[in-house]
């Protein structure tokens, strides 16, 4: 199996409604048939779902909550992080916890999506944010973040 | 708020048997401090940390199972799709869907790693997979895979 991943898939209860908090961020969908809604992410894909169908699409049981995924999103300083919260709230979403130094090194804030999914927004100054948009990884990486 | 996503973590139980799944799969760990496991996949990392401790940072309640988030892995043929699947059986995961054609005119099945995350493993003719690894919408690109 490569090294890699190709798509996000959030359950969603209200596709309208979570399509205008990503489009309020400023995103751009790409073209999506009937009920769904994909958002090119660099070289990944997020996709907005109804949350039911994906349950049974992928096997499992819905805890009805979140379940133990968390996204994020790193941008190149403090300042951007507050911004993003900022725009994040603007659209429709929570801010689950401002921006603020973390205990790895970094700083960083969570605003939650209306459908319940969290994304943690960080400067981590271990990694490197690339100007393609990718997020790399350096040798002593810091976590979460 | 650019139009990208930098990290997935994953909320474990158990680091190490979560992190003896992904190594099984033939992924190379990146450096990683004490308590979390990060792996570069393309320009996104995915990380492994207490699903404790990522409910407390994210500022959500854990719903204890699912929690509307599924991941993919697009490959380039139905027979690439069984084979991951065989693949990630045998390295301790459960396959919860085996592969066959599905709705939206791929070939997908599901595989869910120890830790009750799934991933979907498709091959959807309607994305293009880039030999560098990124996953691309075509135009009238199809649901969840």
């Known amino acids: 199996m490569q090294q890699r991943m190709s798509l996000v898939t959030l359950g969603v209860r209200d596709l309208d409604r979570a399509r205008a ?11 999506s048939p009937e ?7 660099g070289g990944v894909v997020l996709a907005l779902w109804e949350r ?14 979140w379940g133990g995924v968390t996204l ?7 300042e951007e992080v507050d911004e993003v919260l900022a725009q994040a709230r603007a659209a429709g979403g929570t801010v689950a916890r401002e921006g603020a130094a973390t205990f790895w090194g970094g700083y960083s804030g969570v605003f939650i999506d209306p459908e319940g ?4 927004v960080a400067h981590n100054p271990y990694w490197e944010v690339t100007e393609d948009g990718r997020t790399l990884v350096e040798g002593t990486g ?3 973040g």
Chains 1, 2 share one sequence.
């Open 21 to 31: 908090f990503y489009d309020g961020l400023g995103w751009q969908p790409a073209g």
């Open 142 to 144: 810091e976590p979460a």
């Open 52 to 65: 039911a169908a994906l349950e049974a699409d992928s096997g499992v049981t819905d805890g009805g909550g």
């Open 35 to 41: 009920g769904v809604v994909f958002y090119q992410l």
């Open 117 to 120: 999914h969290p994304w943690e």
């Open 72 to 78: 994020a999103h790193n941008v190149g300083s403090p």
